[in-house]
């Protein structure tokens, strides 16, 4: 049976509400945050719990203020359920041209049900004037390669780059995994543990501070964006009121904070989301922070590690320090994008390049 089509209006602000005049229910919905129940939150997270093709970074409580939770529904349970963010590429300038992204989705298990909420999908951003969707899902194997396949058909493009990640069986034992390690892994873990440094999830405010302050610092160092300080406080209350969901977990060595890890479980997966270590000490405590996650995570009935990606042929820095722990490299579908409007997508790609050339110019 073909779901009715329910006619959703993108306003100018990227605000995404549903159209009243509508009677019945709503076989697919875009939802803005402004609209989120806590029932809807918790229909949403078992949904996630329920599919192997989920992401932490699906999770409402993961969006920002611009994120909707699009879904679509038969009889009345969720089949297909993705976080969108409205982005405007060509810059506010030009808000007419507009783009949904999906970061780590969308989420299906089923291979019919994919399709049918992309082609909705599509609708849907037709009738809205959108420039182009980008999805980038957790499809791996066989599911992936029959959904490029499919996409291809149906007009998605493969953009380039490559998306992978380390992943580790929880199936073994404890002291399996141990001694699955590499050497030198195991040998800075027992060394920690035997200088001192306790790994403990933290509890309070004053903590979440403490480890945002090493965080920013390392990001300073090398370089890189920092999540927002509100943003990431905002997931740490998220973990500590709700138990086994995942946690920050903090590395202490005489008291000195040494590091910290944030991990997060949805289904029977876990995954690493970002750390910062300490450069001061005789000790690193990053192997000790991963390998007291991963015996959280198989405490708390996960079947899986994943070291929240990978960089392939890169034998040096985060890449060489995840493959210590894992060497089963796990490949993603290629992030697709689908042209909705190619009007619209032309005059957003003339727009970047130029702003582009500009920033250059600048530099």
Same mark, same amino acid.
């Given at each position: +049976?073909?779901?009715?089509?329910?006619?959703?209006? #993108?306003?100018?602000?990227?605000?995404?509400?549903?159209?009243?005049?509508? @009677?019945?229910?709503?076989?697919?919905?875009?939802?803005?945050?402004?609209?989120?129940?806590?029932?809807?939150? $918790?229909? @949403?997270?078992?949904?996630?719990?329920?599919?192997?093709?989920?992401?932490?970074?699906?999770?409402?409580?993961?969006?920002?203020?611009? +994120?909707?939770?699009?879904?679509?529904?038969?009889?009345?349970?969720?089949?297909?359920?993705?976080?969108?963010? /409205?982005?405007?590429?060509?810059?506010?300038?030009?808000?007419?041209?507009? @783009?949904?992204?999906?970061?780590?989705?969308?989420?299906?298990?089923?291979?019919?049900?994919?399709?049918?909420?992309?082609?909705? #999908?599509?609708?849907?951003?037709?009738? +809205?004037?959108?420039?182009?969707?980008?999805?980038?899902?957790?499809?791996?194997?066989?599911?992936?390669?029959?959904?490029?396949?499919?996409?291809?058909?149906?007009?998605? =493009?493969?953009?380039?780059?490559? $998306?992978?990640?380390?992943?580790?069986?929880?199936?073994?034992?404890?002291?399996?995994?141990?001694?699955?390690?590499?050497?030198?892994?195991?040998?800075?873990? $027992? $060394?920690? +543990?035997?200088?001192?440094?306790?790994?403990?999830?933290?509890?309070?405010?004053?903590?979440?501070?403490?480890?945002?302050?090493?965080?920013?610092?390392?990001?300073?160092?090398?370089?890189?964006?920092?999540?927002?300080?509100?943003?990431?406080?905002?997931?740490?209350?998220? #973990?500590?009121?709700?138990?086994?969901?995942?946690?920050?977990?903090?590395?202490?060595?005489?008291?000195?904070?040494?590091?910290?890890?944030?991990?997060?479980?949805?289904?029977?997966?876990?995954?690493?989301?970002?750390?910062?270590?300490?450069?001061?000490?005789?000790?690193?405590?990053?192997?000790?922070?991963?390998?007291?996650?991963?015996?959280?995570?198989?405490?708390?009935?996960?079947?899986?590690?994943?070291?929240?990606?990978?960089?392939?042929?890169?034998?040096?820095?985060?890449?060489?320090?995840?493959?210590?722990?894992?060497?089963?490299? /796990?490949?993603?579908?290629?992030?697709?994008?689908? @042209?909705?409007?190619?009007?619209?997508?032309?005059?957003?790609?003339?727009?970047?390049? /130029?702003?582009?050339?500009? =920033?250059?110019?600048?530099?």
């Amino acid at each position: +049976m073909t779901p009715q089509r329910t006619a959703q209006v #993108l306003e100018g602000s990227s605000r995404i509400s549903n159209n009243t005049h509508l @009677v019945g229910r709503s076989d697919f919905q875009f939802i803005d945050r402004a609209q989120w129940s806590a029932p809807l939150l $918790r229909e @949403v997270g078992d949904f996630l719990d329920s599919q192997d093709t989920s992401h932490p970074f699906q999770w409402p409580q993961w969006s920002g203020e611009r +994120m909707h939770v699009v879904l679509l529904r038969r009889r009345g349970k969720i089949q297909w359920l993705a976080q969108c963010g /409205v982005t405007y590429p060509a810059s506010r300038l030009l808000r007419p041209i507009r @783009v949904l992204s999906f970061n780590r989705g969308p989420v299906c298990d089923d291979f019919e049900l994919s399709e049918l909420g992309l082609r909705k #999908l599509i609708d849907e951003a037709t009738g +809205m004037g959108i420039a182009h969707i980008d999805i980038a899902p957790e499809w791996t194997g066989a599911f992936a390669e029959s959904a490029a396949t499919l996409l291809a058909r149906d007009g998605w =493009q493969a953009l380039p780059g490559v $998306r992978s990640t380390l992943r580790l069986s929880l199936s073994p034992t404890l002291d399996e995994l141990l001694a699955s390690f590499r050497k030198t892994t195991r040998y800075e873990i $027992r $060394r920690s +543990m035997n200088e001192g440094i306790e790994v403990t999830a933290a509890r309070d405010e004053a903590e979440y501070q403490e480890f945002l302050r090493l965080y920013e610092e390392m990001a300073s160092q090398r370089k890189f964006s920092a999540e927002k300080a509100d943003f990431l406080i905002g997931i740490f209350r998220w #973990l500590t009121g709700e138990q086994g969901r995942g946690g920050l977990f903090l590395a202490r060595e005489a008291e000195k904070l040494r590091g910290g890890a944030l991990v997060v479980r949805s289904g029977v997966r876990c995954w690493y989301i970002l750390g910062a270590t300490s450069k001061e000490g005789k000790l690193g405590a990053g192997h000790l922070l991963q390998w007291r996650a991963i015996q959280w995570a198989k405490e708390n009935g996960c079947l899986e590690y994943d070291f929240g990606g990978y960089r392939e042929g890169v034998n040096t820095g985060p890449a060489l320090f995840k493959k210590g722990f894992s060497d089963r490299v /796990v490949h993603f579908l290629p992030t697709h994008r689908y @042209v909705v409007s190619p009007a619209r997508h032309r005059a957003s790609e003339f727009v970047s390049r /130029v702003r582009r050339s500009l =920033q250059t110019s600048k530099s």
